[in-house]
Nanobody, 124 residues
Framework: QVQLVESGGGLVQAGGSLRLSCAAS????????MGWFRQAPGKEREFVAA????????YYADSVKGRFTISRDNAKNTVYLQMNSLKPEDTAVYYC?????????????????WGQGTQVSVSS
């Protein structure tokens, strides 16, 4: 198993930036593909970004492409989400997730382990 803890959320003005971190413990971090998802009030959880186990391939939702960047540091057991040019519609609880396969990593159902989430609020 793997335990995930997100950090880095907060309140920011539109156009600002935040960097989320997700620290993993337990099994070997490099064994897991990692994803970021978000859930706004009254909405379903949605895919934001994902990265394969090796870091060789990255995937993004169209709504964040060009503004968000996912990365991982396997030596630090951490995955990051750099969020730039934030918009009010980016407001949500952001979750990181882990899957022990490089397949199916852009869907909520593809993941085995989830963090508790961190709130991101963007004011206009």
């Amino acid at each position: 198993q793997v335990q995930l803890v997100e950090s880095g959320g907060g309140l920011v003005q539109a156009g600002g930036s935040l960097r989320l971190s997700c620290a993993a413990s337990g099994r070997t971090f490099s064994s897991y593909a990692m994803g970021w998802f978000r859930q706004a009030p009254g909405k379903e959880r949605e895919f934001v970004a994902a990265i394969r186990r090796s870091g060789a391939a990255l995937y993004y939702a169209d709504s964040v492409k060009g503004r968000f960047t996912i990365s991982r540091d396997n030596a630090k057991n951490t995955v990051y989400l750099q969020m730039n040019s934030l918009k009010p519609e980016d407001t949500a609880v952001y979750y990181c997730a882990a899957r022990d396969s490089d397949w199916g990593i852009i869907t909520v159902k593809g993941y085995d382990y989830w963090g508790q989430g961190t709130q991101v609020s963007v004011s206009s």
